[in-house]
């Protein structure tokens, strides 16, 4: 999506220790007339594809997949992150190690009222990178017998093993940016050929 | 708002411990058409006034503001909360007693690149019961020298002190909802004189 490349090129920022912020408009201050463009491309992108839920998980996957979600008519769900480790019947919990997010474990949940064997879900998240909130997204979404029709990115790094080992495993994973290389301060993006 | 009152009472459910849970369309799951409605409500509300930004707190209002920033054309930027006591010259924080996050104090974090004292901030949110989460969005707001214009909030219990306490102090806040009482599993309304 060229102008989510722009967008990042223009608002994006390459911290020293080449961690992308992108907090101008996408995950603390979020510019919500260019997330109706991300709607809009992802609607192009499955406009064949029937899903019944959007699943994401907190906090920066929320504002995005309820703005996509206008697009295909459907909930959002978002899983919460919690330090406790509380047994609770009446929710799907699974285990994620966190790289970003003070590098400890956390675990999500999502009510079990929720999210069941009929439900095709359309999982949304603004960053792929190792994939371990994706992959405790797609253990819930396995727990409660539904299942995972795509899974929409925002932003892939490309150069972490996420996209690669979930795709191998037959996930449909659309990112709209992807990211090659980042150091000293830049960063370049994969061509993308579709486009 | 009616067909708040009405989703209220139809979708809602107040627990054993007077808890009022709405997590089939706000906070959890979320019904991306109904919170399209509480948009056109607050513009309707707001129709004469000029906002420059969107204020709220993560993870709840997040969905909530993105959805009522469309009708307005403005950014939403949203509070970070955080256990951290870390000091960091680019944010403004402010410490938030909780009464329904395990009890535990937190601190939200904004960062300065996203708010001065040209800005005419709208804050929005789910719940307004004690008021403190508000009370921390609005020390961030006057950290910045920017205004508080107004306040929206979804749903307010008025029988507790959040509202009357900040309306005193002159903030104009608007809730949709106001609970007049929740016992034995039920809840009544105050009577909206306005509609």
Redesign the interface.
Known sequence: MEALRKKIREEGRVTENDILKV???LN??????F??EIGKEFRRIFADRTFTKILTI??SG??I???V??YF??????A?KSR?QNIDGDTFRSEVTSYTY?KKAFTIT??K??LNENDKVLIIDDFLAEGNALKGLIDVVKQSNAHVEAIGIVIEKAYQSGGKTLRAEGFDIVSLARIAEMKNGSLTFVEDEEE
Chains 1, 2 share one sequence.
Not at 28 to 33: E, F, K, R
Not at 73 to 78: A, D, S, T
Request: proline share 3%; charged share 20%; no cysteine.
């Open positions: 907090d101008a408009f603390h201050q979020l510019d919500v007339a997330l109706n907190e906090a929320i504002a997949a309820s703005i979600a206008q008519g459907v909930p959002v769900l978002f919460k406790s003070e999502v009510s009222k929720f």
